[in-house]
């Protein structure tokens, strides 16, 4: 197991509704990565957060935010859901420091109706 | 822009056998870092290796090794005496340096392992 932990395990929502999906990273680990991944693809970036600043986005629409707290863990926030947001969402902590491997929670399974 | 691309759907092969997932990718930066990820049916994406393009010696890891070429702009995975255990989807990914530190991600290639 990597340490790092996420909230919900599965999340069911309809369509326009909002969601926060919440991460903590790993021990000494000041870097949090979200990821979307779709139903037979690999995982897409939506953004990164370093001590506590955006450090870093993909290409996902405003809708998409997050937040990093002062002990590093971070949520996730998506409005206005659509039902392409379904999907796993993984959230990865790492260091800057040495090669930046990024160690992966066990995800949140998005379902939107 | 980087990207990675991986074009086996899926493999079998035999316990005890060595497999080899392919890996190739694009970037026009001269420093990167490439990664491999098993992700087992749970969803969570296990690290199992890197190697950064300015290393000279391929990585291992027990039982995994990275084939670089970059003549190639290949990332080839070794999986040595392969496990039953080894059966997953494996994803190939690519940081470049400096900037978000973001990886990007192959589509993957499933794995399964026969006894």
């Known amino acids: 197991e990597t340490g790092v932990t996420q909230s919900p395990t599965h999340l069911i929502k309809t369509r326009g509704q909002q969601v926060t999906l919440r991460c903590s990273s790993q021990?000494?680990?000041?870097?949090v990565s979200w990821y979307q991944q779709a139903l037979g693809q690999g995982p897409q970036f939506i953004f990164q957060?370093?001590?506590?600043?955006?450090?870093g986005r993909g290409n996902f629409p405003p809708r998409f935010s997050g937040l990093q707290f002062p002990n590093y863990s971070s949520e996730l926030n998506v409005n206005a859901l659509e039902l392409d947001d379904s999907a796993l969402y993984l959230c990865?902590?790492?260091?800057?420091?040495?090669?930046?491997?990024?160690?992966f929670g066990p995800g949140t399974r998005l379902t939107v109706l | 822009a980087q990207k990675i691309t991986q074009t086996q759907p899926g493999m079998f092969v035999q316990e005890k056998e060595a497999v080899t997932l392919d890996c190739t990718y694009d970037?026009?930066?001269?420093?990167?870092?490439l990664f491999w990820y098993k992700q087992p049916s749970s969803g969570e994406m296990i690290f199992l290796i890197y190697?950064?393009?300015?290393?000279?010696q391929n990585a291992t890891e027990g039982r995994y090794s990275l084939n670089l070429q970059k003549a190639r702009k290949s990332a080839n995975l070794v999986i040595s005496a392969s496990q039953l255990g080894d059966s997953a989807m494996y994803f190939c990914?690519?940081?470049?340096?400096?900037?978000?530190?973001?990886?990007?991600f192959g589509k993957g290639m499933k794995l399964t392992v026969n006894p």
């Open positions: 990914a690519m940081r470049v340096q400096g900037g978000s530190e973001k990886l990007v």
């Open positions: 970037t026009s930066d001269p420093s990167y870092g």
């Open positions: 190697q950064g393009s300015y290393d000279q």
């Open positions: 021990s000494g680990h000041n870097t």
């Open positions: 990865a902590s790492s260091s800057l420091a040495g090669v930046g491997e990024q160690f």
């Open positions: 957060y370093y001590r506590e600043e955006e450090n």
